[in-house]
């Protein structure tokens, strides 16, 4: 059964600073991973999504990298800004219906 | 462009009651549709998707329903509410490898 882990729960960084979240997966056998960003009481925005095949993908200040093998990923955000303070959570697709299995997220605040 | 919608935005009903929860996408056809839940520190839960009218797939047994009258509309019921129903609900739809949310409603059950 696949199982989708995210470290830490919560991160606290002052401005400015270069970040890295973490998503882990128990099963290598996945079709797609994708980053969302969820704002309080709110839904889901995606952020990134990366096919198996691939190894990272960018848009903007993200940097999304696919290590399968290893069954992680990471969400590189560089140059932080308070306006990113969000819950970031990644999934992991199930099959071809892409069904997603979610990790619980981390709650990210950047300090002004 | 395609919009996604929820409602309503938050509800509060007391144990027992039914629920009937809306969702209803525009702007593309035959999406796939899915119900989530979201409790309190805990990821989303798929709890029912949809390939296309009248057909629903449950991920979890429990006393929700889901239904799909047409092609874009999702609809979640119950017809006993349980405390353990509480939660942020959100109903996506898919286009290729893709889920779009939408903004959920906040469901509290006293």
């Known amino acids: 059964k696949q199982e989708v882990t995210q470290i830490p729960a919560a991160l606290s960084v002052p401005e400015g600073e270069n970040l890295v979240l973490n998503c882990s997966f128990t099963?290598?056998?996945?079709?797609?991973l994708q980053w969302f960003r969820q704002d309080p009481g709110k839904g889901l925005t995606s952020l990134l999504l990366i096919q198996s095949s691939q190894r990272e993908q960018t848009s903007g200040r993200l940097n999304a990298s696919l290590d399968k093998s290893s069954g992680r990923s990471t969400l590189y955000i560089a140059a932080s800004q308070p306006g990113d303070s969000a819950t970031y959570l990644c999934a992991v697709s199930k099959d071809s219906n892409y069904q997603l299995i979610w990790g619980a997220g981390t709650k990210l605040i950047i300090k002004p | 462009s395609q919009t996604i919608h929820q409602w309503p935005a938050t509800l509060v009903q007391p144990v027992g009651s039914p629920l009937s929860l809306e969702c209803t996408v525009e702007?593309?056809?035959?999406?796939?549709l899915y119900w989530y839940r979201q409790a309190a520190g805990r990821g989303l839960q798929l709890l029912f998707y949809?390939?296309?009218?009248?057909?629903i797939s449950s991920e979890v047994p429990q006393n929700l329903s889901a239904s799909r009258p047409q092609d874009r509309q999702f609809i979640l019921s119950s017809k006993k509410l349980l405390l353990s129903d509480s939660g942020f609900y959100l109903c996506?739809?898919?286009?290729?490898?893709?889920?779009?949310f939408g903004p959920g409603t906040r469901l509290t059950v006293t």
């Open positions: 996506a739809w898919g286009a290729g490898y893709e889920q779009y």
């Open positions: 702007g593309t056809s035959n999406p796939n």
């Open positions: 099963d290598s056998a996945i079709y797609n």
């Open positions: 949809s390939v296309g009218i009248g057909q």
